[in-house]
């Protein structure tokens, strides 16, 4: 069984660009979750996605959006991109939206902006 | 405000030896607290989880305990080895959606040979 995939694993913007993360749950789950990880920290809660429709938000500018497909993947796109979005992007899967069952992450696409 | 404070935040030991990864917390509600390895540049990894009756979870030669009533959890890992080098990631999570999940800073653990 392939685990939650994420692409690409390495990116490099420049400052102003744009960019699109994807990622792909756990064969079943239907529930996508984007986390931000600067170095050093942990990671902090972008958004949550179930069956399509966005659950949660965290407190993150309006450049940060995402969607999720039908088949349930997902993409997180960051507009005008700043030199502090530099860190590793982790995205996170589970069967549901409710934490009791959860959550599976991928190996993180590492985002550089210079 | 939900924190999750853990401690050392880097710790270095000789192959073979013990340590023990410090997690406190101020979450609420409660409802599981996980405990991740993340090796450098990946995403973490599940290695337990213990909900609100549950003290102690083994996995391997990683012990977790978890005291709710002074909300401490910690991680013992017994006769080290190089590739146990990596970050150890408290998480509590009070409930209901991904939002719900507290994670602490890490404590990052070297191993040296």
């Known amino acids: 069984d392939a685990g939650v995939t994420q692409s690409p694993t390495h990116l490099i913007k420049t400052r102003g660009q744009h960019v699109t993360l994807r990622c792909s749950p756990i064969?079943?789950?239907?529930?996508v979750s984007w986390y931000q990880q600067v170095l050093g920290q942990g990671p902090q809660f972008i958004f949550q996605?179930?069956?399509?429709?966005?659950?949660g938000r965290g407190n993150f500018p309006d450049r940060f959006s995402a969607r999720q497909f039908p088949n349930y993947s997902s993409e997180l796109n960051v507009n005008a991109l700043l030199l502090g979005d530099s860190a590793l992007y982790l995205c996170?899967?589970?069967?549901?939206?409710?934490?009791?069952?959860?959550?599976?992450f991928g190996s993180g696409t590492r985002l550089t902006v210079v | 405000k939900n924190q999750v404070e853990q401690s050392p935040q880097s710790l270095i030991i000789l192959e073979g030896k013990n340590c023990t990864l410090q997690?406190?917390?101020?979450?609420?509600?409660?409802?599981?607290l996980r405990w991740y390895k993340q090796d450098t540049g990946r995403g973490p990894v599940s290695l337990t989880i213990?909900?609100?009756?549950?003290n102690t979870k083994s996995n391997g030669r990683y012990t977790a305990t978890l005291d709710a009533d002074t909300k401490q959890s910690s991680l013992h890992i017994t006769a080290s080895q190089l590739s146990d080098s990596a970050s150890y990631i408290c998480?509590?999570?009070?409930?209901?959606?991904?939002?719900?999940?507290?994670f602490g800073k890490g404590t990052h653990l070297i191993i040296q040979p």
């Open positions: 213990m909900t609100f009756s549950e």
């Open positions: 998480v509590v999570n009070s409930g209901g959606g991904a939002d719900g999940l507290t």
């Open positions: 064969s079943g789950h239907k529930s």
């Open positions: 996605y179930y069956e399509k429709e966005e659950r």
């Open positions: 996170a899967s589970s069967l549901l939206q409710g934490s009791d069952y959860g959550y599976t």
């Open positions: 997690c406190n917390y101020t979450v609420s509600p409660f409802s599981n």
